[in-house]
């Protein structure tokens, strides 16, 4: 139980575009998920913490313009990249929250490596 | 915002061996937990240890807390090639912000066998 899937698992775009990446929490409801960034042999940064029916909650330094997160259910939040350029190229990692569980544990999806040419 | 720092930042050992890694903190905490990440994939959740406990067991880790010092250890015994992988201990603040975790720099550990 517990498993995160992220869509797509890699992606290559070019400067300008938009792509966006879903999370999915499949065996499990997720009132909050949260979305990092990692560069390579770096640890996670925290970009935001996304909430199910409301809006998300930004680190600081993140741009929420640029990264637009939607929790429209229980089970699916997005993330998505607007006019990508080639610094936004990174490995993104979504996780869940259990909301039944009153625990803190984190389910990891298996990342989104994004290349901006 | 990362607040942890780990220790050592890679490691190298023979199947068989121990592997110790340590990792310290700035806030007070609610707990701490330790995620392995094999390259290039997400992460999994080792063990979770809480403020109000000093030592806890899972198969052969082993993972101590130090509030006083705000420092964590994790301990892996009889390591297997297997293991090879970075590992993260990560932090949820005591006023619990929604429950984010905080990550260490991380240690990467590799097990020859």
């Known amino acids: 139980g517990a498993v995160v899937s992220q869509h797509p698992s890699w992606v290559i775009c070019k400067s300008g575009t938009s792509v966006k990446i879903e999370c999915r929490s499949l065996d499990f409801q997720a009132t909050t998920m949260f979305w990092y960034r990692q560069f390579p042999k770096q640890s996670l940064m925290l970009m935001a913490t996304?909430?199910?029916?409301?809006?998300?909650?930004?680190e600081q330094g993140v741009e929420k313009d640029k990264f637009l997160i939607n929790h429209a259910s229980l089970t699916l939040s997005t993330l998505t990249v607007t006019s990508a350029h080639p610094e936004d190229s990174s490995f993104y990692i979504c996780?869940?929250?259990?909301?039944?569980?009153?625990?803190?544990?984190?389910?990891f999806g298996p990342g989104t490596r994004l290349t901006v040419l | 915002s990362q607040q942890g720092e780990e220790d050592p930042q890679a490691l190298s050992i023979q199947e068989g061996e121990n592997a110790t890694m340590n990792c310290s903190y700035k806030t007070s905490i609610n707990n701490l937990q330790w995620y392995r990440q094999n390259s290039g994939r997400g992460l999994v959740h080792l063990i979770l240890?809480?403020?109000?406990?000093r030592e806890k067991h899972s198969g052969r880790l082993r993972v101590t807390l130090d509030t006083s010092k705000k420092s964590s250890s994790l301990l892996i015994t009889a390591s297997r090639a297997a293991d090879t992988a970075s590992y993260f201990c990560?932090?949820?603040?005591?006023?619990?912000?929604?429950?984010?975790?905080?990550f260490g720099q991380g240690t990467e550990l590799s097990v020859k066998p």
């Open positions: 996780s869940a929250r259990d909301s039944r569980r009153a625990t803190d544990t984190q389910y």
């Open positions: 990560a932090t949820v603040a005591i006023y619990n912000q929604g429950g984010k975790l905080i």
């Open positions: 240890i809480r403020s109000n406990e």
């Open positions: 996304s909430n199910e029916g409301s809006k998300a909650t930004y």
